[in-house]
Structures are given as C-alpha cells and as structure tokens.
C-alpha cells in the first residue's frame, strides 16, 4: 500500500466516512427507497440508513464483494438494471469521476428516480485542482486497483449535465470537514460537494 496510502487510511478514511454519512443523511428526502450506484461493499449506505431509518437503500456495483452491507445486484457500469420511476432517489458517492462520461450514468439515474439524485464528488475549480485531485485519487484507490480516469468537472460543467437532464440543484453543501484541519488547506478547499437535484 504504501507509507501514504496507508497514513490515508488511518487518519482519513474514518473521518471522511463519518462526514459523508451526515452529509448524505441530510440530503435524502423522507421515507425513500434509494438506489446507491457503484456503492462498493455499502458500508456508506449502512451508515445512512442508521441515521434515517426511515430509508431502504439497495445497491448496484460492477463488481460484488464477497461480503456487503446492504443488499447489490451486479451490473455493467453503464444502465441501470431497474425499470423507468423504480426508486425515490439514487445516490452515487466518488463514483462518477471514475467513468468516461458521466452524462451516461446520470442519464440512467433520472430515468429511474421519481424524485430526486443525490451526488457526493468533486469540483475542478480552483489553482491547482485538477492536479490535487489526481493525488487525492490516486492515493485512495490505486492500490485497489480502482480505474482511474481522472474525469473531473468544474461547476460550470455540472451545470450544464444537469440542465441537459432537466433537473435543477435543490441543495449544494462543498462539504467542509473532511479532513484533519492540516490537511483541509490542501485537499479541501472547495474541491468537494454533496448535491441534491430535483425534477422539475
């Protein structure tokens, strides 16, 4: 893994997933059954749905794990494998900067929500951003094997797919906190944003 690699791990990652699932908690409208898109081994939607029980949260993943926390079905990366109004909300956290067009999964979200999409990634704005998200990613997921296509948006980029989806932006938290105070000069700073689009 690596000496930073392996500092990410126990200084970053709980911290950040104890962030996340406030952040993602609040975002969920009530009473929904959601959709959590390349949701990993779900640990995250677990947590989420501790928060508000008031959600039923399923996954779908390209590739199983052997052991998960909420219930995934298998799927090839690019349509959705539910029919047209079949979930509340979808959620997908750092997943969409991991494509090679976004605009494709998002178009099979707002097909299968009734409601609402909410999205945990990251803003391309900013001096260095684009170079300071390479690292964050490369040193989170490279030694996973994660495939890394470094695709990231600025504002203006998001905007514009989600005018292109005819949803508006109901809320927008750039989602502070992530980081050790010593870290979040650098890897914070803006470059990380939960967003919750509506219909409509």
């Known amino acids: 893994m690596g000496l930073i690699g392996a500092a990410h791990s126990s200084v ?40 508000r029980p008031d959600l039923t949260i399923e996954g779908i993943e390209i590739l199983k794990r052997p052991q998960t926390h909420i ?6 990366g690019k349509s959705i494998p539910h029919g047209d109004g079949s979930f509340d909300a979808v959620m997908f956290v750092d997943v969409l900067h991991h494509t090679d067009d976004a605009n494709v999964l998002l178009r099979e979200a707002a097909r299968v929500s009734r409601n609402a999409i909410v999205i945990k990634d990251h803003l391309r704005d900013g001096l260095l951003a684009g170079p300071t998200l390479r ?21 203006a980029e998001w905007d514009r797919a989600f005018g292109a989806l005819g949803m508006k932006v109901e809320s927008w938290d ?19 944003f939960v967003g919750r689009l509506v219909k409509g």
Not at 25 to 45: E, T, Y
Not at 174 to 192: E, I, K
């Open 12 to 51: 970053v990652y709980g911290r950040r997933v104890r962030v996340l699932t406030e952040r993602l908690a609040a975002a969920m409208p009530r009473d929904a059954r959601v959709l959590d898109v390349g949701c990993g081994d779900g640990l995250i939607s677990s947590l989420v749905k501790q928060r």
């Open 135 to 155: 690292f964050m990613d490369y040193v989170g997921n490279a030694h996973h094997g994660v495939r890394l296509p470094y695709n990231y948006w600025s504002r």
């Open 174 to 192: 750039p989602t502070r906190g992530l980081y050790p105070w010593w870290a979040s000069w650098a890897f914070g700073r803006g470059l990380h």
């Open 71 to 76: 219930p995934v079905t298998l799927f090839d």
